[in-house]
């Protein structure tokens, strides 16, 4: 299996927008709901946010969504915060297998 | 609140086995309904899983390392283990061990908790 494939870096100011894409295959993210999105401050352990596409854990902001179309999945953080900082990986679970994504660096400015 | 946390060496030899114990508390891995799964991050790098365990004994491997993991559980104790035999540089990383859960699909399909992470680092 292949890695996802994510924007290496994006970058947003506070208050804004910003949304992070991870493609992959019809085997993977466009062929099942079970992609989950995890963020990652440094030196600390990844941390869900999203699972099943669109699914948030209790206790994570509403700030925080997730969507899908066709082969790749989005997550959208709305209202930056400066704690919003952090490396953000996508993942997709299939065939009892799981594939994570590259990871893109966000930078709030 | 479920807490998993790693334990074993920080330095492993080329050629020997890297050795590793998670131990989770909060929750019993013998009451099932969950995966215990372990997951790598090389310096600098992204996430790389490696394998996962059922309480009663089954487990599955990334193909890319099959032929060098074996995962076991010691439900008794509470804990699961990670082997990874003929370790190279390569094998330096972040070593995570994680519950996998279920949502609305009910299908084992997330990783919800997650340990702090060990340091490994293969060297001579």
Known sequence: QSALTQPASVSGSPGQSITISCTGTSSDVGGYNYVSWYQQHPGKAPKLMIYEVSNRPSGVSNRFSGSKSGNTASLTISGLQAEDEADYYCSSYTSSAWVFGGGTKLTVL | ?124
């Open chain 2, 1 to 124: 609140q479920v807490q998993l946390q790693e334990s074993g060496p920080g330095l492993v030899k080329p050629s020997q086995t890297l050795s590793l114990t998670c131990t989770v508390s909060g929750g019993s891995i013998s009451s099932g309904g969950y995966y215990w799964s372990w997951i790598r991050q090389h310096p600098g790098k992204g996430l790389e899983w490696i394998g996962y365990i059922y309480y009663s004994g089954s487990t599955y491997y990334n193909p890319s390392l099959k032929s060098r993991v074996t995962i076991s559980v010691d439900t008794s104790k509470n804990q699961f283990s990670l082997k990874l035999s003929s370790v190279t540089a390569a094998d330096t990383a972040v070593y995570y061990c994680a519950r996998v859960g279920s949502g609305y699909y009910f299908s084992l399909n997330y990783f919800d908790y997650w340990g702090q992470g060990t340091l490994v680092t293969v060297s001579s």
